[in-house]
């Protein structure tokens, strides 16, 4: 079936420690999305890819990196410099290109916790 | 940027009965308007979604209601059922891939 696949379900992250959250999907779609979920807040956007090889900053880039080599994946690394990490992280894929906005798909999440 | 907010943050409905769950939105350039229900531990899906030149789509018993004047859409749940249970978010975007959502809806429905 296609969809996209978050991995791992949940991942602990120490001090000064950077972590790396997997995101791949088969529904080749051309962009991708990283969200990060707190409690009772809504989703806000981390990066995203509108193609291969190109990001951009979304409204809390700081702390975290990605990239884009392939169209199927989207890694996002949480790096030491991100003081907060303990979330819920989202990632999400839409068709590009297109004359009007398309949905977003979403994939299952990964939650990161400090040790 | 865009602004949305959503109301109520917690919902508590008897099965069977209707819910509402409100959005507003502050740019009227924004022309597309998803809602999302997420349950625990699992990412949000599209259950919904209505464009600018639409004023009500239904589908079943979910459907949204958009007034572009008032710049708010609200979805409209019937015949509730537990499984209905869930977070729900809305959206708005006005394209270029940027999508803002509400801080979502905990909808309860009681057998």
């Known amino acids: 079936d296609g969809g996209i696949t978050q991995s791992p379900k949940y991942l602990f992250r120490k001090e000064g420690q950077n972590v790396t959250l997997s995101c791949e999907q088969n529904?080749?779609?051309?962009?991708m999305y990283w969200y990060r979920q707190d409690p009772g807040q809504g989703l806000r956007l981390i990066y995203y890819s509108q193609i291969v090889n190109d990001f951009q900053k979304g409204d809390i880039a700081e702390g975290y990196s990605v990239s884009r080599e392939k169209k199927e994946s989207f890694p996002l690394t949480v790096t030491s410099a991100q003081k907060n990490p303990t979330a819920f992280y989202l990632c999400a894929s839409s068709m590009g290109g297109q004359t009007h906005v398309q949905p977003q798909h979403f994939g299952d999440g990964t939650r990161l916790s400090i040790l | 940027g865009e602004n949305v907010e959503q109301h109520p943050s917690t919902l508590s409905v008897q099965e069977g009965d209707s819910a509402v769950i409100k959005c507003t939105y502050s740019d009227s350039a924004s022309n597309y308007f998803p809602w999302y229900k997420q349950e625990l531990g699992k990412g949000p899906q599209l259950i919904i979604d209505i464009r600018s030149n639409v004023g009500e789509k239904k589908d079943q018993r979910i459907a949204v209601t958009l007034n572009k004047t008032a710049k708010h859409f609200s979805l409209h749940i019937t015949e509730t059922q537990p499984e209905d249970s869930a977070v729900y978010f809305c959206?708005?975007?006005?394209?270029?891939?940027?999508?803002?959502f509400g801080s979502g809806t905990k909808l309860n429905v009681k057998p």
């Open positions: 529904l080749n779609h051309d962009a």
């Open positions: 959206a708005a975007s006005k394209g270029f891939n940027k999508f803002y």
